[in-house]
């Protein structure tokens, strides 16, 4: 009894022993000791190696490298989005009622893009190919979430000024548009890298900040400019206001690299300007969702008599569109990485395929 019960521990043992060698630390590298591809602006130290395994990038998650708090801060809030759509899906009659599919398809759009972006996160140090083809699906995830947002504007958002008008009947039609110019400005960014990588970044400050700015039109004259009757002035509005104060953060903090331009090599581990930037990003998205929620529950009655019918093509089918869209827009930007010619390899200006 004794030696059986000592040989089960032992077993034990060797069992824990060999999974903390599998977890054990990999090396963590500096910017010089990984291309150029692999380099973030103002970042020093912690890169992992950029031909990782699969095993190694999901292992390289609980150890601390430039990229772990990355992926967690986008990786945990796609749980808390899901919770939210399990919730208002799970409630009753919320499929067969047209007025909540707007709120589905934005929920939805809430889920993928930080569980898109966690996985870019994750795997973009496979290689200089797969870091590429990684970040064209979180730019499609995030044009998908800015035609979720557009969505929902649509059906609850808009100032009653506006429902009905030529602007709201050609808006879901002109987000549809600049969802798919926005994964293809974005995914072009990524080509013009390496020729020019200040121009680069303006094309994906761009390629997001569009949508995002048309979209909101009809919020920011409710909210900054509207005088008078139709404003719809409810409670909604100073959340509207959190949303947006953090939408700006967002942005300011992608577009301007800070803090760790201020001390290159202080923040590369915690609180560099992209873990920042996701957590303002999952802030801003928690207070638009609380927004157009209870912009949806104070409005209800009154826009089923005068907004425009909620139909199957302006919600669920408009973002089935530009999901397939999209999908195709990554192709065709990935083919050439996979098989391509020194012309379209953005990654390297000898043309090498992207064959490990
Ligand atoms: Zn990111």
Redesign the pocket.
């Known amino acids: 009894m004794f030696s059986l019960s000592f040989l089960s521990q032992a077993l034990r043992a060797v069992h824990l022993g060999n999974m903390f060698s599998l977890i054990k630390l990999r090396r963590v590298f500096t910017v010089h000791q990984v291309p150029k591809a692999f380099h973030e602006d103002s970042i020093i130290s912690g890169y992992r190696h950029p031909r990782s395994s699969a095993t190694d990038c999901v292992l390289s998650l609980f150890q601390l490298t430039n990229e772990t708090l990355?992926v967690w801060t986008?990786f945990l809030p796609t749980w808390y989005f899901l919770w939210k759509l399990m919730t208002v899906l799970l409630m009753e009659d919320a499929l067969y009622d047209a007025f909540t599919w707007p709120l589905l398809v934005f929920l939805f759009s809430c889920c993928v893009y930080p569980l898109a972006?966690s996985c870019?996160?994750t795997f973009s140090t496979m290689s200089t190919c797969a870091r590429h083809i990684c970040y064209f699906f979180?730019y499609g995830a995030l044009s998908l979430y800015s035609l979720g947002s557009a969505i929902s504007y649509s059906a609850y958002v808009f100032p009653d000024a506006w429902v009905n008008s030529t602007f709201h009947a050609y808006y879901i039609p002109v987000a549809v548009l600049n969802t798919i110019l926005s994964t293809s400005l974005s995914c072009y960014s990524r080509f013009s890298e390496r020729q020019s990588p200040r121009l680069s970044k303006v094309l994906r400050i761009l390629a997001f900040a569009y949508p995002y700015l048309f979209d909101n039109i009809p919020l920011f004259y409710r909210l900054f400019l509207c005088v008078g009757e139709g404003c719809t002035d409810n409670e909604a509005n100073s959340i509207h206001v959190h949303h947006t104060l953090f939408a700006f953060l967002t942005g300011f903090l992608f577009a301007t690299h800070l803090p760790e331009r201020l001390a290159p090599g202080r923040f590369d581990y915690i609180g560099h300007s992209?873990q920042l930037?996701?957590v303002c990003a999952i802030i801003g998205t928690h207070f638009q969702m609380k927004a157009i929620e209870s912009d949806m529950v104070l409005r209800q009655s009154q826009l089923l008599v005068t907004a425009p019918p909620i139909t199957f093509n302006n919600t669920v089918g408009s973002s089935l569109v530009c999901v397939c869209i999209s999908l195709g827009i990554i192709c065709l930007y990935s083919l050439p990485l996979l098989y391509g010619s020194s012309e379209t390899h953005p990654a390297s200006a000898k043309g090498k395929k992207c064959k490990h």
Do not use: I, Y
Request: charge should be negative; hydrophobic fraction near 20%; glycine fraction near 0%.
């Open positions: 990355n986008h972006s870019a996160h979180d992209h930037f996701h």
